[in-house]
């Protein structure tokens, strides 16, 4: 089993939906949860991050985090074109390093 | 602030040569890491360099694959015989080292390797 589950998708939506990416993952010692985005031939940038337990908004994202469940998510509101990317959950540690854990990442497009 | 940049951007080879890649992390940035991301996978991590020290490799990297930073500036990682399964995209990410938050690795464009 991997430490990290994603549904790879794809997901196809169009222009203005709600979108809602899920992962979960299986080591409960993780304390950062991270969604990183990645456009077609470009490395993974991060998006937003929360630390532990909780909501945590940014314009028109919202990552959750439910450590009860060991479950992640990312909401995308009023979803655009330039949001077509992959999608990858991600987590690690606290302390040292971040030998950060990806999961498969989940393939979105968004039609205008 | 130019990125973290990785040369060359794609590389083909036969199976059975050499091959080596180049990162030139954020400069002042003492954190280094390689990952490799194979179609449909999010990156896997490789190896940790803090400063000019490799500090952790996973089991992935076998001993066909060889990573240095010298001067704890770039890194160049190098795959010997090479095979047909080594074809993937190898990422490289840079990291400042912030201690009490997240420490935010930001990526390069990524190396594709295709191994012929």
């Known amino acids: 089993q991997k430490e990290v589950e994603q549904d790879p998708g794809p997901l196809s939506v169009p222009e203005g939906a709600i979108v809602s990416l899920n992962c979960t993952y299986s080591?409960?010692?993780?304390?950062?949860f991270m969604w990183y985005r990645q456009y077609s031939r470009k490395g993974p940038e991060l998006l937003m991050y929360?630390?532990?337990?909780g909501n945590k908004e940014d314009g028109r994202f919202t990552a959750q985090v439910d450590k009860s469940s060991k479950y992640i998510s990312l909401f995308i509101r009023d979803s655009q074109p330039s949001d077509s990317a992959t999608y990858l959950c991600a987590t690690y540690l606290s302390g040292g390093y971040q030998k950060v854990t990806f999961g498969t990442g989940t393939k979105l497009q968004v039609i205008p | 602030d130019t990125g973290v940049s990785q040369d060359p951007r794609h590389k083909i080879t036969k199976r059975g040569q050499n091959v080596t890649f180049r990162c030139d992390p954020i400069s002042e940035h003492n954190r280094l890491y390689w990952y490799r991301q194979t179609l449909g996978q999010g990156p896997e991590f490789l190896t940790y360099?803090?400063?000019?020290?490799?500090?952790?490799k996973s089991r992935l990297l076998s001993d066909r694959f060889s990573a240095e930073r010298p001067k704890g500036s770039f890194s160049t990682l190098e795959i010997q015989r090479t095979e047909q399964g080594d074809s993937a995209m190898y990422l490289c990410?840079?990291?400042?080292?912030?201690?009490?938050?997240?420490?935010?690795?930001?990526f390069g464009p990524g190396t594709r390797l295709t191994v012929t």
């Open positions: 990410a840079s990291s400042s080292g912030t201690s009490g938050s997240i420490d935010e690795q930001y």
């Open positions: 929360t630390y532990s337990s």
């Open positions: 080591n409960s010692a993780f304390q950062y």
């Open positions: 360099f803090q400063n000019e020290a490799q500090l952790e």
